[in-house]
């Protein structure tokens, strides 16, 4: 099984060039099956997640062809069926934005429920009730969606919680339903506008978004199209925090400032010097670090995939941080591991109290989801000593070359795969 190797310390410091947003990718990778003509997508980030969804795609008769530098072409008019049940599609998240394409398309879809990372209790009752309301008859069976219609009809649709997943899913659907579909307390999420954004260039008619009411004007039919994805926020926020922890001065390029402004802020708050530009963001770390409070929110409020790479900071700030986190009920399984590496974090309900400690020291750690696992890896190159951090797959669902890039910003960091490797990259980081 792969691990992560480090040895901590070394201001990270140079330039880092941001891929394509994996939440994004996947529903407009997703939405591209909705054509039968080809389409182009750039910027796609070449991650586990991502790879998944492809293949589920290729499973159901689509044509995937990827080229090199993050384009992917998809060919919808191949797809010979509308049941998803593979191993790939049980493995991600956002497999079930294929409910919301294919019920579209094809007015049927039975697409496995999906997994994820296990953060907490992850309800689709509101993607239901949006398929529902325009017009799906859907079911859950043998650990299946099933959705089926006859007709798909615009509808008035309230979401009772802010859901990135079920906006995007309904907007799926509802580009090709009959009338108008409007989202209410829509979740206005970067992803969510680049996801519209894509489908209006296939000739869907979505407007609204980035704001908490989508309207959709439903059309017949979807043509092919070219389209770049945004970059990734959390990646870029990722890389900001690493440089923050790190005492470091990282440039990450290839980024929308804006999309970060709450990372930003908070990175400010506690002592570091942020400077933007057009599509970079430049975080100059300081040797003392002060505590802040946080509560994760939706967009434009602090991201929830945020949330463990700040606590990995704010471990090393002087002074009480408050971590409240507002969206996911078990985010905090990643605090033990942070505990063994020396942080005095103590986990109450949704809440996370942070004494700083002046410093971390190397430990055998695992990454408990994605995020948590990003968050290990920041520690990791502030601790003193060497981190092992075991469980990697987490990690490689969502960043792409992420050891390559930590090692370009000057890291001593290494994948490897044996305990040959692990000894041998010891011997060679001393
Ligand atoms: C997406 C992101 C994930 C991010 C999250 C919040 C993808 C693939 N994943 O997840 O990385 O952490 O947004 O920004 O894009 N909820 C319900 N019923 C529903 C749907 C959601 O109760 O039908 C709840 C969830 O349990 C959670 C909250 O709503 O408490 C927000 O979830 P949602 O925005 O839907 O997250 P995901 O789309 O699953």
């Known amino acids: 099984m792969s691990q992560y190797v480090m040895k901590g310390g070394n201001p990270l410091s140079g330039e880092v060039l941001v891929a394509g947003a994996k939440n994004a990718a996947l529903g407009i990778l997703a939405g591209a099956i909705m054509t039968n003509d080809p389409v ?4 796609v980030p070449m991650v586990q997640d991502i790879e998944f969804l492809l293949d589920a795609i290729r499973d159901i008769g689509g044509t995937v062809e990827c080229r090199p530098g993050g384009t992917v072409m998809i060919d919808g008019s191949t797809i010979r069926k509308t049941m998803v049940n593979n191993d790939y599609i049980q493995k991600l998240r956002g497999g079930y934005y294929l409910v919301g394409a294919l019920l579209g398309k094809y007015h049927h879809a039975e697409v496995d429920l999906p997994g994820g990372c296990n953060i907490g209790s992850r309800p689709i009752d509101q993607h239901i009730k949006g398929f529902r309301a325009i017009g799906a008859d859907v079911k859950i069976r043998n650990g299946m969606i099933l959705a089926h219609s006859s007709r798909l009809v615009g509808a008035h649709i309230y979401l009772d919680i802010v859901s990135v997943g079920a906006t995007i899913n309904i907007m799926l659907a509802a580009s090709t339903a009959e009338g108008k579909t409007i989202i209410e307390n829509a979740a206005k999420e970067p992803h969510v506008v680049d996801v519209a954004n894509m489908l209006n260039s296939m000739g869907a008619n979505i407007k609204g978004a980035g704001t908490d009411v989508i309207r959709i004007n439903g059309v017949t039919s979807l043509h092919g199209a070219e389209y770049t994805i945004i970059p990734d926020q959390i990646e870029a926020g990722t890389f900001m925090m690493a440089a923050a922890a790190t005492k470091g001065d990282v440039t990450v390029r290839n980024v929308i400032p804006k999309h970060l402004e709450s990372i930003s802020s908070k990175l400010r708050e506690i002592g570091c010097e942020i400077v933007e530009d057009d599509d970079a963001v430049r975080v100059i770390g300081r040797n003392h670090l002060h505590s802040t409070h946080i509560k994760t929110l939706p967009y434009p409020g602090f991201p929830t ?9 704010l471990a090393l700030a002087e002074g009480t941080s408050v971590v409240t986190e507002s969206i996911f009920e078990n985010r905090y399984k990643y605090v033990d591991e942070l505990v063994r590496m020396g942080a005095n974090v103590k986990v109450e309900g949704s809440v996370a109290i942070i004494d700083g400690v002046s410093s971390l020291s190397g430990a055998k750690v695992l990454a408990t989801d994605l995020r948590a696992g990003a968050a290990m890896v920041i520690a990791g190159l502030a601790a003193d ?21 930590l090692q370009g910003l000057g890291a001593d960091i290494a994948r490897v795969d044996n305990e040959r490797d692990l000894q041998k990259f010891k011997m060679r980081v001393v």
């Not at 182009?40 to 910027?43: A, F, Q, S």
């Not at 995939?305 to 900071?313: E, F, G, I, R």
């Open 40 to 43: 182009t997508i750039e910027n």
């Open 305 to 313: 995939d945020m949330q463990p790479q700040m606590a990995a900071v």
């Open 385 to 405: 000593g060497y981190t092992v951090v075991d469980e990697v797959a987490h990690i490689e669902r969502g960043y792409e070359n992420f050891v390559e890039k």
